[in-house]
Nanobody
Framework: QVQVVESGGGLVQAGGSLRLSCGAS????????MGWFRQAPGKEREFVAA????????YYADSVKGRFTISRDNAKKTVYLQMNSLKPEDTTVYYC????????????????????WGQGTQVTVSS
């Protein structure tokens, strides 16, 4: 099973950028979808973005579309989340997740599609 560890969170002003990284271990990394979720205190974990096994297909929540970009480097076993034009409402803990497999075009990603989660990294956007 793929294990993941996030890094790259921090404090940034509104309008700024951050890049989160997710390092993975495990032989199946290159064959599975990867995703990013976020969860604020007292709220449910919400989907942010996902990428298929090759990096050729990406999916985003409407709230981040046009601002965030997910990508992956299979040689480095790393997934990235580039976050631009950050808003105070983006403040929360971000989690990287490894999928149970890969999914076809048009798949609507949800938590149940992911089986391995990192510890999370805090992103704080000041106004």
């Amino acid at each position: 099973q793929v294990q993941v560890v996030e890094s790259g969170g921090g404090l940034v002003q509104a309008g700024g950028s951050l890049r989160l990284s997710c390092g993975a271990s495990g032989r199946t990394f290159r064959t599975i979808a990867m995703g990013w979720f976020r969860q604020a205190p007292g709220k449910e974990r919400e989907f942010v973005a996902a990428v298929n096994w090759s990096g050729g297909s990406t999916y985003y929540a409407d709230s981040v579309k046009g601002r965030f970009t997910i990508s992956r480097d299979n040689a480095k076993k790393t997934v990235y989340l580039q976050m631009n034009s950050l808003k105070p409402e983006d403040t929360t803990v971000y989690y990287c997740a490894a999928g149970a497999g890969d999914y076809g075009l048009g798949h609507i990603y949800e938590q149940a599609d992911f089986v391995s989660w990192g510890q999370g990294t805090q992103v704080t956007v000041s106004s």
